[in-house]
DNA sequence: ACAGCTCAAAAGTATGACGATTTGGTTTCC
DNA sequence: GGAAACCAAATCGTCATACTTTTGAGCTGT
């Protein structure tokens, strides 16, 4: 998942510090400086730039360098640029943009669920719910997060929909950081769960408007609730 | 937007290779080999690789080589992945893909910017909308286009959603992808035109559920439409 | 003030050397 | 004969260095 070696050590401290907003849009660094800055060699330096310039969160340039580009330019969908704005300064601009997402995405891939998801996903789906059920009931937030990830994930991919099934892993991404940063009731709350358990039971039986009504439910209301967290 | 000098030819080599299934999954490629086929040095294939590599199309490993990743893991997301699926082999299911995403995506956004754009915003709308029925008419496929992607943008960006937004260009990709390949009507139909008044009127009204339902509609039927296109 | 020229700074490319790691075969020891 | 330990080759990873190309800024002369 990660990216390897030196160039990939270099991108963890360059990423956030760009993506937090900690080396801001506009600024200019040069290669020579980061070889020594980090003390590696200029192979490094340059592959690190690569990637960074593939996220089009910089630019480089004969005679002037590696200007970090307006946030507009940025590819906001690379998993690793949402992890680096959901671990800085940019969290709750980052949350919110991702709560609208859910809103317009997971309606739909449960829908398309209801229609696509194989034997086994609906299955998978049915006891994810029950597990969550259980966790939840046990006031066990580690275990259910996990469920809970497990379950808007194999929604997306029972979609059957590539696109869809590649948000599964910011979605997790989006939970997590919303139990880290205490931006959750600490016993989910009883309503979500039952919600849950209609999403499955609505794609196992196939009715893809029951399963879409339900899902949009569960993440308009988490959006509203953050929305209320965030002020 | 491009990626820049030599690693960027690579990349137009190699890329839509993979995309395309040409070169296919678990494939694996020398770093010397290309050198010799590119006739570029090892610098040169390192940078193109590492760029290929932050899309997850392959990884690279000691002893073993550059190999080609599962499409499962791809970033589907990106913009140059998205651009080199749909100039190659993956074209249709690349369009069915963003197909889906349309229908998810733009309705929630034209909801979006019926409350959030900007004066500026919606006075553009307009006058696309108007530009749009003009171009229609007068069966100039490609000045609609133009107008059609502007749009569509427009709306996106209106939104006030960051992520919305930037799927202004891959919407523009897949309008452009299906004007190239006659997966259109040679003259814009008369009632998605006027869909298209009704999106802007309503968002200039502020009236995000029948900004909403209008974009729905539009979305939804170039999906259908797309369907039966593709078989 | 303006146009053009010159120069130097920075990234881009090429190459040779060495290090690190993984794989797969080979040897060795029961 | 089989299993474990070992070794060697293949390939990427990193470094150092030299040369090339682009381009911005300042200088120069009108």
Redesign the pocket.
Known sequence: MEI??????LLDELGPAIASGEIPEGA????????ERF?????????A??IL?GMRLVA???????TVQPRSLWDVFDPLVIRWRLAGADRSAQLRSLGSLRVAVEPAAAALAAVHASDDDRRELGSLAVELTVSARAADLTTFLRHDIDFHATVLRASGNEMFAHLGDTVGAVLTGRTEYHLMPHQPEPYAIRLHREVADAICAGDAAQAEQAMRTIVAGALEELNQQLG
């Open positions: 390897q070696g030196l160039p990939g050590r200019v660094l040069r290669g020579e400086e980061l070889e003390g590696v060699s200029r192979t490094v330096v340059r592959e730039v690569r310039e480089s340039r004969r005679r002037v360098g590696i």
